[in-house]
């Protein structure tokens, strides 16, 4: 079993609606859940940090981490064009000798206009 | 200031030649790593380094090595390339803070992709 698992869509939604993206996890362990943009040919770019349940909001976008059932969630709000990409969440441990990232597989996502 | 660069961009080999992929970054991280992205596999971790002159295996070390002479560089050789091998690979950094908090995420390079015939 994958430490992260993620459905890799593809997702294709209209312009103006709400996406909902997932991950599920099996370590406990994990502290700090992040969600990565990833343009086509671009490297990952942190959109969301979290560290605990509960939502988080930031602009059209909310994290939402629920620890008691290893799920994580991002939604986007009035969807637009410029939000395709594939999303990949992220989570984190704090070692002795430093941080350990896991990485979903990531969820491909079209706006269509 | 900019961040994570990657050298080359793209580049061709043929099965059995060695090539050097360089990474820099100029935000004075500990931490640097370098990952392959696939297809329907995610970014796994190669090897990553937590300070000048230190390395460490990570997922799916076998085929290459690295190194990590300054601490705002990290190289990633290819000793005998192999098909297997063609992927996009990313270069990360982060600060090393063990307490957590945003400033500990990683940031990421552009990538470099590699075809191996």
């Known amino acids: 079993q994958k430490e992260v698992e993620q459905d890799p869509g593809p997702l294709s939604v209209p312009e103006g609606a709400i996406v909902s993206l997932n991950c599920t996890y099996s370590n406990s362990a994990f502290q700090y859940f992040m969600w990565y943009r990833q343009y086509s040919r671009k490297g990952p770019e942190l959109l969301m940090y979290t560290y605990s349940s509960g939502n988080k909001e930031d602009g059209r976008f909310t994290a939402q981490v629920d620890k008691s059932s290893k799920y994580i969630s991002l939604f986007i709000r009035d969807s637009q064009p410029s939000d395709s990409a594939t999303y990949l969440c992220a989570m984190k441990i704090l070692t002795n000798t430093g941080n350990q990232f896991y990485f979903g597989t990531g969820t491909s996502l079209t706006v269509i206009p | 200031n900019a961040g994570v660069t990657q050298t080359p961009k793209f580049r061709v080999l043929k099965t059995g030649q060695s090539m050097t992929l360089l990474c820099a970054q100029d935000?004075?991280?500990?931490?640097m790593y370098w990952y392959r992205q696939d297809p329907g596999m995610g970014l796994r971790l190669i090897h990553y380094?937590?300070?000048?002159?230190?390395?460490a295996k990570g997922e799916v070390p076998d085929g290459y090595n690295v190194s990590r002479l300054k601490k705002q560089n990290f190289l990633l050789g290819l000793e005998s390339a192999a098909p297997s091998q063609t992927s996009v690979y990313f270069c990360a950094s982060s600060f090393r803070i063990l307490t957590g908090g945003v400033t500990d995420t990683q940031y990421f390079g552009p990538g470099t992709r590699l075809t191996v015939l």
């Open positions: 380094s937590v300070g000048e002159g230190t390395t």
């Open positions: 935000m004075n991280h500990e931490y």
